[in-house]
């Protein structure tokens, strides 16, 4: 597999670096481990890198941001606030470039239910599933089990639930909802988790993720906990099934608008070897950037180290009005 060319065009030396980290969302401290990897990183190539943490306080960003003077934005953020549109539509209304997708791209690609609608239009292989209403959880199944239900507005697994048959978790899940009314259930894809990883408009390779809890999904403490879970690359799989994932991962990324990187999660139906089938789950607009993301492992093994990501995402940053 091609790895995506980098830039060759000469950096200014002093170019100013604000790396937004933190924030407010139930990703945040995902979002510090990805921030400080960015900042070291950038520091080493001779960047001159601050860094801000915003809070709730809008003026306070601006303010902020305003002060340190910025070239480029390196937004490291996650989740709610950061991932959604939200900080995009302020970084354009200042008129700061910035790393990533743009407002429509990332309000699209973090709303599951919207994506979703995307992908579908696109022609694009996804579960069956409906957004519902939480109390409806509580009733009755939805969805013949097992499914799996997720916030419609949450990043990094949180919230995530899967409904097996016979459970009776259904109302505990309703009584500790705290993701808003609504939710999105489909149906659930026994197999494989694969995620794969797109610069511009390459795909970089597939990683088979297997959580270290038995019986576990990918969910937030596999994902950023250490141990938590195993990546293979490139992942062992049937051959068009892999060329089928490069292909859907980049169309998504075009389908929704992404710039920069982005990352398509799916499921892989093997338990037919000779006839496997690929779902897509969703597109994370800003993947990770800790020791432990996808992203960076991919990139790294097709000859990008951590620094040169980090740079390469700089360079192709805009503003997306």
Not at 162 to 187: C, H, K, M, Y
Request: glycine share 8%; proline share 7%; charged share 20%.
């Amino acid at each position: 597999m091609t790895a995506p060319t980098l830039p060759q065009t000469p950096r200014a030396p002093a170019k100013r670096i604000t790396v937004l980290m933190g924030g407010i969302s139930s990703e945040r401290e995902v979002s510090l481990s990805s921030g400080k990897g960015a900042r070291e990183a950038l520091a080493s190539l001779g960047y001159t890198v601050s860094t801000l943490d915003p809070g709730a306080d809008l003026a306070e960003l601006v303010t902020a941001l305003a002060a340190q003077k910025p070239d480029v934005v390196f937004n490291a953020l996650h989740g709610r606030f950061g991932e959604d549109g939200c900080i995009q539509g302020v970084l354009d209304w200042m008129g700061i470039p910035y790393t990533h997708s743009g407002v429509r791209a990332s309000a699209t690609a973090m709303n599951k239910a919207a994506a979703r609608n995307v992908f579908l239009a696109a022609g694009l292989p996804v579960a069956e599933g409906r957004v519902i209403d939480i109390a409806e959880l509580a009733e009755k199944d939805p969805l013949p089990a097992p499914y799996v239900i997720k916030p419609v507005c949450e990043g990094s697994s949180v919230g995530v639930s899967i409904i097996r048959p016979g459970s009776n978790s259904r109302p505990a899940i309703v009584r500790d909802w705290t993701f808003g009314t609504q939710a999105l259930v489909e149906r659930f894809i026994p197999g494989r988790e694969i995620t794969v990883g797109v610069m511009g408009t390459r795909a970089l390779t597939i990683t088979d993720i297997t959580p270290s809890a038995d019986g576990h999904f990918y969910d937030y403490t596999a994902k950023y906990a250490a141990g938590g879970s195993r990546h293979v690359l490139p992942a062992q799989i049937h051959p068009k099934a892999a060329q089928q994932a490069l292909e859907v991962a980049v169309a998504a990324h075009q389908a929704l608008g992404c710039a920069g990187a982005s990352r398509a999660d799916f499921r892989l139906d093997d338990t037919n070897p000779d006839s496997p089938q690929l779902v897509l789950l969703e597109v994370n607009t800003q993947p990770g950037m800790t020791a432990t993301s996808l992203l960076p492992e991919q990139a790294a093994y097709c000859g990008i180290p951590y620094p040169e990501l980090c740079n390469w995402l700089v360079e192709q940053a805009a503003c997306r009005t």
